[in-house]
């Protein structure tokens, strides 16, 4: 857990946002942790080595892609 000093690694800000939210659009949505999840996809030759992919979430039937790689 992330502490709340004046300045914050970008990873604790984005946790301390999303925590918020999620306390925010739950009750409003009907919805739960179960409703999202992450997502990645990866590309690899017939050697293994990685040739691109995407990162993203879901979140009920909303799909957000954060990274589409080469």
Known sequence: MCSWPLELPA??????LAQGLD???F?????TAADQSSLSVKV???AGELLGGLSGW?????????ALGP
Do not use: Q
């Open 11 to 16: 990873a604790c800000v984005a946790a301390a």
């Open 23 to 25: 306390e925010v659009n």
């Open 27 to 31: 009750p409003a949505t009907g919805t």
């Open 44 to 46: 690899v030759d017939d």
């Open 58 to 66: 879901t979140w009920v039937a909303v799909r957000h892609r954060d």
